[in-house]
């Protein structure tokens, strides 16, 4: 089916999990359904575009385009960014998928690196070849909606939003007594020379001047006079409304954005910086400019309905993304989170009682690899949902470093919250879990050496878990190292907070299970800790999944183990997180021996009957796990996943 049929079967759908009943009635989330309405809208943009069928191959050179033969026969292929200026243009597709070679066409686009962003997507931008801020975004006052190139990336024929078509290249040089000149400069905009002088055409009293590398036409509306300055630039514009504005005051470098936009406090402009469009931010009350993004091409912006963020396009990974961040200044995130998905767990996540490559993530990642999203793995035994939201960077974790101080190179932690740094075996000694509350984040069951991207007392740097030794007499040793480049001393107080990274993940769609090595015990800080990973998570439209606690071979009904993971987190779960709760539990013991197959043994019938997931899905060469699945278990919870992402349009 097509694009919006999909996503409106998704939003629509009749169970909370499509095609199971099981899972309850699905209520449409609001957010859903205006990502419905995107998609509409993107779809009618490609039509007016120029109706587009298939996706075309769009990369930055041509050597990347040659060498992507998996694209069927009459494919569009777009190269943008080569740095032989020929090579950018459009191509076709000759023979079939897997082999064959692309065509060039004979049409040339300009390097993306210059284009405004416009239009849904890069490619509605690269074809329509919108003129950058270099060039004519206006022709004989009328706004240029469409432009083609010749080689030399100047105008050859051009489109105006009252449907005219012009040929800018048949307008000859023209000379006449006085000295003036009209032709076009090397950036395709129109220059007039009026003597000496290239660019500067007198104009007024008293010898006042105009540089006409300033429009003519400014914000949509004719200039009628211009005073410049020394500089023979315009300092003050008159415009043929009345209005007089004075562009001097708009810093070196920064273009006025079309239409201008403005918040009680600030104004924002887009200007070139290393050939690439970025966005300034200027405050009215000083004067002061200071610029706002760095990365890719950025534009397109916008107040959000509270005024308190400013929202724009970039294509800073590849694909034009919306971002936000305050109109005040701060970090900057994606409007929507982007398909990248962190899973974020314990020993269920890590894949524990199944070979390597069996375990759910792995399997996750082969079934999302058609539609190129990377799936990453973060889950470390024995960790409890305090100690996973440490690592997430939504808790801080006390430290104290030797000499109470940061040096370069690594520095010893010489306690965690106040108490000497355990191994494994005497951290879980009392329980046979960490603690309640446990602030050694890095430490889990298995003796490796891992690492956290942080900060600590303004320091950013890497804080390492070092276990040496053979459990039970085995060491842990946790050091913090600045980042390459950090010289001289911090000073850093005892039980000073290290934060660790919450980006990239928090930017991202993260798959939460969480809870099972501590919601037998203390089901309300489970809770708690989900809540507040989501809390992190900055995306203004949130994409994520919270999964439902497992309960082990001991923990069937009537047993308190039960009562605090069933009816306490899970229930909880589900009325806080409608919409992106998936009840893996549920599934796997009323649904997971048929799904997966296989025939109930007797055991199988007592495990379910005490609703636990049965022995079958937890059995492994003969051996039978109290909690950890086998691969045929962490195989369903791959596709209850996949499906899952699949109904809400997240793929």
């Known amino acids: 089916m097509g694009e919006i049929t999909d996503t409106a079967a998704a939003v629509y759908r009749d169970f909370v ?112 070849v919108i003129f950058d801020q270099l060039g004519l975004r206006y022709w004989q006052g009328k706004k240029v909606t469409k432009a083609w190139t010749d080689s030399n990336y100047r105008p050859s024929i051009i489109e105006t939003e009252d449907g005219h078509v012009y040929i800018p290249q048949l307008v000859a040089r023209v000379g006449v007594s006085n000295g003036m000149t009209i032709a076009h400069g090397t950036d395709g905009a129109l220059v007039i020379n009026n003597g000496a002088t290239e660019g500067i055409l007198a104009i007024g009293d008293g010898g006042d001047t105009f540089d006409t590398s300033t429009r003519r036409v400014r914000r949509g509306v004719r200039v009628s006079k211009a005073w410049g300055d020394s500089g023979a630039r315009a300092s003050i514009v008159e415009l043929e409304d009345g209005r007089v504005e004075i562009p001097a005051l708009i810093p070196t470098g920064v273009l006025a954005l079309e239409p201008p936009l403005e918040s009680t406090s600030y104004l924002f402009s887009a200007g070139l910086v290393g050939g690439l469009q970025q966005l300034f931010r200027t405050t009215k009350a000083t004067g002061v400019t200071a610029q706002i993004t760095s990365s890719g091409n950025n534009g397109r912006p916008s107040l959000s309905a509270d005024g308190a963020s400013v929202n724009y396009a970039s294509d800073r990974n590849g694909l034009v993304e919306g971002f936000y961040q305050p109109v005040a200044g701060g970090a900057d995130h994606p409007l929507i989170s982007r398909p990248v998905f962190p899973c974020w767990g314990d020993s269920l996540t890590n894949g524990y009682n199944a070979v390597q490559g ?39 974790v006390p430290v104290t470093l030797s000499g109470n101080q940061i040096v370069a190179g690594a520095n010893s932690v010489t306690a965690i919250n106040g108490a000497a740094i355990q191994n494994w075996t005497s951290l879980v000694a009392a329980t046979g879990h960490p603690p309640n509350p446990c602030y050694q984040f890095l430490t889990h069951a298995k003796s490796d050496t891992l690492t956290r991207k942080g900060t600590l007392c303004g320091v950013h740097g890497v804080m390492t878990m070092t276990d040496t030794g053979t459990a039970p007499s085995d060491t842990e040793t946790y050091t913090f190292t600045p980042d390459t480049g950090y010289s001289g001393t911090t000073a850093c107080p005892v039980g000073s907070p290290f934060q660790a990274d919450l980006a990239p993940h928090c930017d991202e769609t993260p798959i939460l299970w969480l809870g099972r090595n501590n919601a037998a015990a203390y089901p309300a800080q489970v809770l708690t800790d989900i809540a507040a990973c989501v809390a992190s998570f900055a995306p203004k439209a949130k994409r994520y999944l919270v999964m439902s606690v497992l309960n082990g071979a001991y923990e069937g009904t009537g047993t308190t183990a039960y009562t605090n993971i069933v009816s306490t987190v899970n229930a ?52 039978t796990d109290s909690q950890h699945l086998n691969a045929a278990g962490y195989n369903l919870v791959a596709t209850q996943i996949y499906n899952f992402l699949v109904a809400k349009g997240w793929t």
């Not at 999990?17 to 099981?22: C, K």
């Not at 919409?579 to 379910?608: K, M, N």
């Open 17 to 128: 999990t499509s095609g199971l009943p099981a899972s309850g009635a699905n209520e449409p989330v609001k957010g859903d359904i205006r990502s419905l309405f995107t998609v509409i809208d993107s779809q009618v943009a490609i039509l007016a575009g120029g109706g587009l069928v298939g996706s075309p191959a769009i990369k930055s050179t041509r050597s990347a385009l040659y060498s992507d033969l998996a694209h069927a026969a009459g494919t569009l292929g777009v190269v943008y960014g080569d740095t032989t200026a020929t090579y950018n243009g459009l191509y076709a597709k000759v023979g079939s998928s897997g082999s064959g070679s692309w065509t060039y066409s004979g049409i040339v686009i300009a390097p993306f690196v210059g284009l405004s962003l416009l239009g849904s997507d890069v490619t509605s931008q690269l074809l329509n």
């Open 572 to 623: 909880g779960l589900a009325a806080a997180y409608s919409g992106y709760y998936l009840d893996i539990r549920t599934y796997l013991v009323q649904h997971g021996l048929a799904d997966a197959g296989i025939t109930p043994t007797t055991q199988d019938t007592a495990d379910i009957a005490a609703d636990i997931v049965p022995s079958s899905l937890r059995t492994t060469s003969g051996v």
């Open 358 to 396: 069996q375990d759910f993530v792995t399997r996750l990642g082969s079934l999302l690899a058609p539609f190129g999203h990377a799936v990453e793995n973060l889950g470390w035994g024995g960790q409890t949902s305090q100690m996973i939201a440490e690592r997430m960077g939504v808790y801080t």
